[in-house]
């Protein structure tokens, strides 16, 4: 056993609580105690980095397991590791460096220790050369394990469909990784080229957008590691975003709108008050997929609903959206307002599959009908019914008047992002400049 393992995993007879005093200019980080979260089929360890001395920065260092594992109970294991932990700091503080021989060190570490013979055996000093961060011997965490105990730190932080879309493209990348870099296990052999890798082969096979919601999901995950000091340095923040175009809904035409409504007043009027909440009350399709009967007050002629980038607002129901809604009076509170097949009842199943669904009854009932491209869908309605609103506004506005009251209708946070997404459909149209191509 090294000096190093021998004097950390010691017990000394009269040992005392060190303080927490690092400077901020330490050569090394803290030591800190790895649990698995409490699973004790997985190891446990005492975890810190050392600055190196080439380029400076922190470098993890091999983690220091001792016997603690050999304990079989959470109390013991925090117990072994704590003193690890404690001896560590204090080796550390008085001086230790694992890129030297602490021949000093080892003579005052004989002194102060009766019955405790220290081994010649010390950890070997790494090469000085330019590759000496690559060489340091760390073991880091488990790439599922990192992952895992990400998804453990958000599900209370994020919505859980975020949650959701995590697990999902965390899964695609560990999968993409064992088939690519069967050798890559653990989070510390990740590398830029690795994730470049990832992203290239999404956007060859996908788009730049679905590239880069990839790029932003990992990113994050991979940051709140760093921030845990699990990771050295997340290299997604040196890659940058591509750029892209999103698609975006075409508005119906007045003919082609009046012929849907009159389809689906005789095929499916459930999929029709569906679709007049996001034509009328400019809500999303997931944003009504999560109304249930209380959000809807009558009385008040409000509509209370969760936005995409809030938790709850408050909107006027119109007139002509209140003449189309049945007795809700007698119905549960907590009900759904929509379900496959009726307004007000229990349908168990996450808000994205109740957005899906409606979706691809619209694709049915609709699209196919009136063979529609893909450039309509659910979101044209919200599109067609604010280009109307917004033209017939600036008929006795001007367009700062138009558009300062149409944020109060639609939602927007800002005047910038209203303008943004009044640009994205066409909203905005020049008036008839003729006048000003005659010579």
Known sequence: ??????????????????EHDLSTKSNFSAPK???????LSKRWYVYF??????????????????????????????????SYRKNLLKLLKEGYSPFEKNEELKKSTSKNTSNFKIKEEILPKPEIDTSI????????????????????LKQNQVKSRTLQDYRLKTKAFLNWLSENYP????????????????LNEIVIKTSARNRNNFRLTIGTILQTLEENELLKFNFIKTIKVLKSVPNRNKTFTNDIEKSIFNHLAKEDPILLLYIKFVAYNFLRPIEVSRLRIKDVD???????????????????????LLDELPDLTNMNPDHLLFT????????????????????????????????????????????TYITKLYRMILKDSTP????????????????????????????????????????
């Open 298 to 320: 009558i009385q008040n002629r409000t509509l209370t609903f969760q936005a995409k980038n809030s938790n709850l607002k408050r909107k006027t129901i119109p007139q002509i």
């Open 1 to 18: 056993m090294s000096i190093f393992l021998e004097t950390i995993t010691f017990e000394h007879e009269s040992e005392h609580v060190l």
């Open 133 to 152: 961060t690559n060489k340091a011997q760390d073991i880091g965490m488990p790439l599922n394990e990192a992952f895992e105990y990400v998804m453990k």
């Open 183 to 198: 050798d890559v296990k653990t989070i510390d052999q990740l590398s830029k080229k690795i994730l470049l890798d990832f």
């Open 33 to 39: 105690i790895y649990t698995a979260k409490g699973d």
């Open 340 to 383: 496959p097949t009726e307004i007000g009842g229990f349908w168990d199943t996450k808000e994205t599959n109740r957005r899906n669904y409606f979706s691809k009854r619209f694709k049915q009932k609709v699209k196919k009908h009136f063979d529609l491209n893909e450039n309509f869908g659910l979101y044209s309605f919200r599109h």
């Open 400 to 439: 700062f008047e138009a558009k300062s009251k149409l944020m109060l209708i639609t939602g927007h946070n800002s005047m910038s992002a209203l303008e943004k997404y009044l640009r994205d459909i066409d909203a905005e149209l020049a008036q008839d400049y003729s006048n000003l191509l005659k010579g």
């Open 49 to 82: 980095s050392f600055r190196d001395l080439i380029t400076k920065k922190l470098v993890w260092m091999k983690n220091i397991y001792g016997n603690a594992n050999n304990f079989k109970t959470k109390a013991d294991r925090l117990t072994i590791l704590t």
